[in-house]
């Protein structure tokens, strides 16, 4: 099975987790306030869809530079304990109808991204410019989820 395979299914496999959200919850997100500014809300599927699959072909690259190395390992649990927080993101803030929860996710997310990308610059360049997509939206959503505490305290 080629490298790209196994890591699209295991990111496959984990953003299922995203289906851990319950239709109370979605009714509860629905009626919060947003920034004025966030007119884009009806595009961040496809936003996420690529910040994934960049992220994917970051890893794939990362892999192929040196298969099977504990260092390249690492790095792997590094991108798949990436995915599990950005995926987390959703269900854990519409479960616990808190976006204070949403925020330190985002956050944790952000550190992440920037550690990963720092360390696999050393190793490709390019495997880095592959998660600039992240890098980029990731504190938008970031900083979205915390203003909109501002907007509605009774959901932090």
Do not use: C
């Not at 996420?48 to 690492?74: E, K, L, R």
């Not at 616990?96 to 956050?107: E, Q, R």
């Amino acid at each position: 099975m080629q490298p790209w395979m196994m890591i699209g299914g295991v990111m496959f496999l984990v953003s299922f987790g995203a289906f851990l959200i319950r239709p109370r919850d979605i009714k509860w997100e629905m009626k919060l306030d947003r920034p004025r500014w966030l007119v884009f809300e009806p595009a961040i599927p496809l936003i996420w869809t690529i910040v994934f699959v960049t992220g994917a072909a970051s890893a794939t690259t990362v892999w192929n530079h040196a298969p099977g190395t504990a260092t390249t390992w690492i790095l792997m649990a590094v991108y798949l304990l990436l995915e599990i927080v950005t995926v987390a993101y959703i269900p854990a803030t519409l479960r616990t109808h808190s976006l204070a929860v949403g925020t330190t996710l985002g956050a944790i997310g952000v550190a992440i991204g920037i550690v990963l990308a720092l360390t696999v610059w050393s190793i490709s360049p390019w495997a880095t410019l592959l998660l600039l997509p992240y890098l980029a939206w990731s504190p938008i959503g970031t900083l979205t989820t915390r203003q909109m505490i501002d907007l509605n305290p009774e959901a932090k």
